[in-house]
């Protein structure tokens, strides 16, 4: 059985989803077949990135470990690390849909947002 906080992180990454293809929605049935999991992808990583903001802002951007009895110290966290990760795979993936040829209404929508 999913949480509550699951269900509100589904719940956002559709709204995501959903406002992702609402831009790119006269690119054609052909393409947005093809486009669909880009679309996805972005909208999960959106609110993966907004997650990993909230944990960064709450713990901060390092922590400490312990390797045996005399190694221990302080290094990046997992949570910096995860969000450096997912933020080049986010603007990438924007930027591939981003470059699709669509209406210039579309690319001024896409400029907006």
């Known amino acids: 059985m999913e949480s509550k906080k699951e269900l509100a992180i589904e719940v956002r990454i559709k709204k ?10 006269n690119i054609g049935k052909e ?5 669909d999991g880009l679309i996805q992808n972005a909208a999960f990583m959106k609110i ?3 997650e990993l903001q909230i944990e960064i802002n709450e713990n901060g951007v390092t922590e400490e470990y312990v390797h045996g009895k ?3 110290g ?7 690390q995860a969000y450096n990760a997912t ?3 986010y ?6 849909l981003d470059s699709l040829p669509c209406s210039q209404g579309d690319k001024d929508d896409l ?3």
């Open 111 to 113: 400029n907006d947002f």
């Open 91 to 96: 603007t990438a993936t924007i930027k591939q």
């Open 70 to 72: 005399n190694q221990n």
């Open 87 to 89: 933020i080049k795979n």
């Open 31 to 35: 393409k947005m077949s093809l486009v």
């Open 16 to 25: 995501e989803y959903n406002k992702l293809k609402r831009l790119y929605k």
């Open 48 to 50: 993966t990135l907004d």
């Open 74 to 80: 302080v290094k990046q966290s997992s949570a910096i």
